[in-house]
């Protein structure tokens, strides 16, 4: 039991990363984006690629591989859903793009990549006993990265001028933009900090498993489960979400087969939603 708490804690908080930068995009663009599992691939591809094909460092390759998602998902903004969002389409349209873009995104990866599991040029990790589990120095830093990354959001929302001017988009769109702020700005950086987290996750992904393209549509369903239990639209809420979904969906397969794990964090899920229907924090 104490390893599929270890393994549940690891794979929440992967999750949660996932799941804040959902919830950042869905509170203040006000759409669902189906295509975020592909970022969270893209981004673990495209620190692959850097490593190994580049021959660059691991660390300086994964800096690279976040950078470069996000800036795509920035790009991808100004192509395709703000021409979308100015010519007044319907959330429903916005969402039906952006499971285009999934399937666009991850038809390509397995061109580029061909189908098969890749792992990162890393030296195997060796495992570390204490109190009756067994973790790798890898599972480790990615526990470690996991809570840094989420202090530096918490910041982020509530120490800068960025993160006010994102929370005041949230809550009222038209009353930020008469009080000048610079709406596209803002939207911008929402883009380019949600996708850099997804890049994040997917990268310490596969770090503790392997790469392949279907990685990211395999945890949307986990994602989007903990971005609505935490309470949709709550960066907060989803990192309590991931670390809640992670932990149920591993101590799950103590009592029931592995294939039934997702089922049981959604039964979970729904079950919080029934007393609390704004999520464990309340939703926007």
């Not at 800096?63 to 395709?80: E, K, P, Q, S, Y």
Request: proline letters at 3%; glycine letters at 10%.
């Amino acid at each position: 039991m104490e390893q599929l708490i270890a393994n549940g804690i690891i794979y929440g908080c992967i999750i949660a990363l996932a799941a804040i930068g959902l919830s950042l995009a869905y509170r203040i663009l006000n759409f669902a984006n189906f295509a975020h599992g592909e970022f969270l691939t893209l981004g673990a591809y495209f620190a692959l690629f850097f490593a190994a094909s580049l021959d660059l460092g691991f660390l300086f390759a994964c800096i690279l591989a976040i950078a470069a998602t996000a800036a795509f998902g920035v790009a991808l903004d100004l192509l395709a859903w703000r021409p979308m969002r100015s010519s007044g389409a319907s959330r429903t349209a916005i969402m039906i793009l952006s499971i285009g873009v999934s399937i666009a995104i991850r038809n390509a990866l397995i061109i580029f990549f061909r189908p098969d599991a890749l792992r990162f040029p890393l030296p195997v990790s060796q495992g570390i006993n204490f109190g009756g589990m067994t973790v790798t120095s890898l599972q480790f830093e990615v526990v470690l990265i996991a809570i840094a990354a989420m202090l530096l959001v918490h910041a982020l929302l509530s120490r800068s001028t960025l993160g006010k001017s994102m929370r005041a988009l949230a809550d009222n769109p038209d009353l930020a933009r008469i009080s000048g702020i610079n709406v596209d700005r803002v939207i911008r950086c929402t883009w380019a900090v949600s996708m850099g987290l997804a890049a994040l996750a997917g990268i310490m992904y596969g770090l503790i498993t392997h790469l392949n393209p279907n990685m990211g549509w395999s945890i949307i369903l986990p994602m989007f489960a903990a971005a609505i239990l935490g309470g949709i639209g709550n960066a907060y809420g989803a990192m309590a979400g991931g670390i809640i979904i992670g932990l149920s969906q591993e101590i799950s397969t103590a009592f029931l087969p592995a294939e039934y794990k997702i089922a049981v964090s959604f039964l979970i899920m729904i079950a919080v939603l029934l007393f609390r229907p704004r999520g464990l924090m309340g939703g926007g």
